[in-house]
């Protein structure tokens, strides 16, 4: 099978989270993506292998409870989707499939928060370095504590990874306990 029949087999595995747009299931959706991620796996790491090799270690060993996906982020993947199945050339498709994996892997609020600098949208992460919540634009990688807004001047040394549903919940709680 050549690059477009695994392009097309790709996109076909991904169909099931979008096709209930109301139904958010982690199990099927991290499903969806590892079926996808065989036919497009030999590809793309010859076009981004550095997020290759992190997203395929991530995607290894995630756990549906760990994700943390709303509707709002569903919808705004569903338009990315929309241009990953129309997209004819191979370098955008996986431009287009790296940033619907972001936007679906990384919890986001699309249509509430975004960089006071660019409007790109942020993407919550823990710095493991600091043990904090931030949140990071995908446009210009600002930093921004996840509790006040502030910017903040981040070590970029930092180690970062995706924030759990978990860290989430606690840092909800906690807000809500202080005020």
Same mark, same amino acid.
């Given at each position: 099978m050549n690059i477009y029949g695994h +392009?097309?087999?790709?996109t076909e595995e991904l169909e099931p989270i979008f096709s209930e747009k109301n139904i958010?299931?982690?199990d099927v959706i991290?499903?969806?993506i590892r079926r996808s991620w065989i036919y497009i796996h030999k590809y793309i790491k010859n076009i981004n292998p550095m997020w290759t090799n992190h997203f395929n270690?991530? *995607?290894n060993c995630i756990k549906a409870l760990e994700i943390m996906i709303t509707k709002d982020? *569903? =919808?705004e993947t569903s338009r990315a989707y929309e241009r990953l199945k129309n997209e004819r050339i191979v370098k955008s498709y996986m431009m287009i499939y790296i940033g619907l994996m972001q936007s679906l892997l990384v919890f986001n609020k699309p249509f509430e928060e975004s960089c006071d600098r660019c409007q790109g949208d942020l993407y919550y992460y823990t710095n493991l370095t600091e043990n904090i919540? +931030?949140?990071e634009c995908n446009t210009c990688s600002t930093w921004y504590d996840s509790k006040t807004g502030e910017s903040l001047q981040g070590n970029r040394e930092s180690i970062l990874r995706p924030t759990t549903?978990? /860290? *989430?919940i606690y840092a909800a709680l906690y807000r /809500? =306990?202080?005020?």
């Open positions: +392009i097309k087999h790709a958010i299931d982690n991290i499903a969806a270690d991530r *995607l982020m *569903l =919808t919540l +931030i949140k549903r978990f /860290e *989430l /809500e =306990t202080r005020d």
